[in-house]
């Protein structure tokens, strides 16, 4: 942010890395969302809203996958 990244662009940019992970989607967002939990609460004000807008973020992921591994479930069940 001190070189003009918005905090979208700087939270885009951890989330959305090449990362590779196994098992439920829901499950690796809660990783990151049990990881950004306290800088949220610490640090500096940049932090704080760099761990905020990430937090949102990764709960409308999360959110998303869930629905959509439920989905899966049930089509699994059919």
Do not use: C, N
């Not at 001190?2 to 700087?10: K, R």
């Not at 890395?17 to 609460?41: C, I, M, N, T």
């Not at 937090?55 to 409308?60: P, V, Y």
Request: aromatic share 8%.
């Amino acid at each position: 942010m001190q070189h003009g990244w918005s905090i979208d662009a700087v939270v885009s940019s951890a989330l959305f890395s090449d990362r590779v992970w196994s098992g439920d989607e829901s499950a690796h967002w809660q990783r990151w969302l049990d990881e950004f939990g306290p800088y949220r609460k610490g640090g500096t004000k940049e932090s704080r809203s760099l761990a905020e807008a990430a937090t949102s973020r990764l709960i409308e992921l999360r959110g998303s996958a869930i629905v959509r591994e439920r989905q899966e479930a049930v089509g699994r069940l059919r």
